[in-house]
């Protein structure tokens, strides 16, 4: 029996993907750098056992594949990528393909493709989310590379993907670094919803001083209305389990240090490249960076003293306008989100379907929710200059926006950061303000540089009378 497919990397990650693979009636051959674990990867696998083809080497594992044939790559993204594409081009022919499922940069992606080009061999880059269980049960998949690549691996691609309502989690999203971009950005959006939550969170902690146990039912409640979504939904979960150490809330024994892997970090990089604002994606990537400072923010609340905290009032209100501030911050983001998408697919000529992005993203992927049906809706109905523009989003964002702005008040006055929130609300009222102030930049720029700046109504550059002044 020959695979149908193979897959390099037998992590958590890959090892569920080559079982989802194998579930959906695929033979799969498989490899991984530390060879003993193809074999105690194939006795782990159950009644899936039959339909997997331990290898114990590269040429093993390109023998044991039907050509032409599809190798999934499932490693640490960076150098182990490139160490596996350098094993596999010495085993491969023309018209295999190999596919990048792991988080790479974009930028390397690209790089790749420009390297196997004229050797025969075709290269996909392939964002999957879900976490581990998406990878066993249904992840969100979104591709890269030529339209005929696609083709060749649609099937066992869309097999192994989520379903919304029956229609599969995985498109072609374009050529070369399309899917790879997608991913990130899907990554630096999933950043600023953990980091808003993490901060409405805080200000239920430390401004109102409930526990986690009574913050719990909260994001619960909330997991039932506009906010519905995975990431709130584990977020009830997680607040209500205890530690079997302790016996206290498994929240409070974590040290507050955020881990981050780089894709955050290359959505702000990719989002400022492109000269879009993706502010409450940097603010979340900031915020992790803020939170690996433990040391130094021990030592300035020595300094500075904690924040005040306290906040008063009528806690009806307060919970609705926690709820409708987060929604608000969560619109912005993805307006964002969606922008530097549509900027990256112009400036690489991609033609990414943003409509279809925002379907692929309704299950199987981290940051699913019924808020990205809504978003599908609007893509749908045509092009969108901006999600805040959108006619379903304006209605939205006029009702949450008051909320955001008394969050945000509120936690300033009481000393708690909510950086993203801030930040969201910023952007909303830079962006919805006809006249700004950047009249005065030019003033400046064209006082100490002569830069020039345009005058209200009329063509040309001009420049100020500033003379003896200057
Ligand atoms: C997913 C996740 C997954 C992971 C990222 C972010 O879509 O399944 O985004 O890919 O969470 O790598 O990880 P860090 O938080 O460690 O950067």
Redesign the pocket.
């Known amino acids: 029996v020959q695979a149908e497919i193979g897959l390099i990397g037998l992590g958590t990650?890959g090892s569920n993907l080559a079982l989802n693979i194998a579930e959906k009636g695929h033979t799969i051959a498989v490899f991984n750098r530390t060879v003993s674990r193809v074999d105690e990867f194939k006795a782990q696998a159950g009644a899936l056992a039959d339909r997997i083809i331990p290898c114990h080497s590269i040429e093993e594992l390109a023998a044991a594949i039907r050509p032409p044939r599809p190798i999934i790559l499932m490693v640490v993204a960076g150098k182990p990528v490139d160490d596996q594409i350098a094993m596999l081009r010495k085993v491969l022919s023309p018209n295999d393909i190999i596919i990048d499922a792991g988080?790479a940069d974009f930028n390397d992606t690209r790089r790749r493709f420009a390297e196997l080009e004229g050797t025969g061999i075709t290269f996909i880059g392939m964002?999957?989310?879900?976490?581990e269980e998406?990878?066993r049960h249904g992840?969100?998949i979104m591709v890269g590379g030529t339209e005929e690549s696609w083709h060749r691996v649609e099937d066992v691609i869309t097999a192994i993907s989520a379903k919304y309502k029956g229609e599969p989690c995985a498109a072609w999203l374009g050529p070369d670094g399309a899917g790879h971009f997608v991913?990130t950005i899907?990554?630096g959006i999933?950043?600023a919803d953990?980091q808003m939550i993490a901060e409405i969170y805080g200000v239920l902690r430390d401004g109102l001083g409930m526990s986690a146990k009574e913050i719990a039912p909260v994001f619960a409640k909330w997991n039932e209305g506009r906010l519905n979504s995975y990431l709130i939904e584990i977020t009830a979960k997680v607040l209500e389990i205890d530690d079997p150490k302790t016996g206290k809330p498994i929240v409070d024994v974590i040290v507050d240090r955020?881990?981050?892997?780089?894709?955050?970090k290359w959505s702000a990089i990719e989002a400022q490249k492109l000269g879009v604002p993706a502010t409450a994606i940097e603010a979340a990537v900031a915020a992790?960076v803020i939170s690996s400072m433990k040391t130094e923010r021990e030592a300035a609340q020595k300094v500075y003293g904690p924040a005040t905290g306290n906040i008063k009032g009528d806690k009806a209100k307060l919970f609705h306008d926690l709820e409708l501030a987060l929604f608000a911050g969560k619109i912005a983001a993805y307006a964002q989100g969606f922008a530097v998408m549509d900027a990256a697919s112009k400036e690489f000529s991609w033609n990414i379907p943003l409509a279809t992005v925002s379907k692929i993203w309704r299950a199987g992927?981290?940051?699913r929710s019924q808020f990205l049906g809504t978003i599908a809706e609007a893509f749908s109905k045509g092009p969108v200059t901006n999600l805040l523009m959108a006619p379903a989003f304006i209605e939205m964002m006029k009702e949450a926006h008051p909320s955001l702005r008394r969050i945000v008040a509120i936690a300033a006055e009481a000393g708690l950061p909510v950086p993203a929130l801030s930040a969201a609300l910023a952007y909303f009222d830079g962006y919805r303000q006809a006249r700004g102030t950047s009249n005065l930049i030019q003033a400046q720029r064209d006082f100490f540089g002569a830069h020039g700046f345009e005058r209200i109504g009329e063509e040309g550059a001009h420049h100020g009378p500033w003379g003896d002044y200057s």
């Open positions: 990650m988080n964002g999957v989310s879900g976490g998406g990878a992840p969100s991913k899907h990554n999933e950043y953990m955020a881990g981050q892997k780089g894709t955050g992790r992927c981290i940051i």
